[in-house]
């Protein structure tokens, strides 16, 4: 079973690769943005939140984002560190961690 300092790593750096540079430049990028505040709507924070989400499961096989559309409601006004801090939850929670390779 993974640390939670593993795991919020993974899911800090999936975070970032998926965000930076096509929506916050590197140097601005940090957790405690907010989506409502990158010009982005709903709509492509939920399909940005998916693409995190997918590229977590290279490493969590079993995360699923059966929700995301409600997901991305929920996190769209709140700091991406929320965000993140729930998605470490979700993994820890729910002993989700598969060695994959």
């Known amino acids: 079973m993974p640390t939670r300092i593993q795991v919020n790593y993974d899911v800090n750096r999936a975070m970032f690769h998926v965000l930076v ?10 957790v405690g ?10 709509e492509p924070w939920a399909d940005r939140l998916s693409a995190i989400f997918e590229a977590l499961r290279a490493k969590y096989a079993e995360l699923h984002a ?5 997901k991305a ?3 769209y ?8 801090d729930s998605i470490v939850d979700e993994i820890l929670h729910a002993s989700l961690w598969f060695p994959t390779g």
């Open 21 to 30: 540079p096509t929506l916050i430049p590197e140097d601005e990028y940090n």
């Open 77 to 84: 006004d709140r700091p991406l560190a929320h965000t993140r």
């Open 73 to 75: 409601v929920k996190t």
């Open 33 to 42: 943005l907010k989506p409502a505040n990158l010009n982005i709507g709903p």
């Open 66 to 70: 059966e929700d995301i559309r409600i």
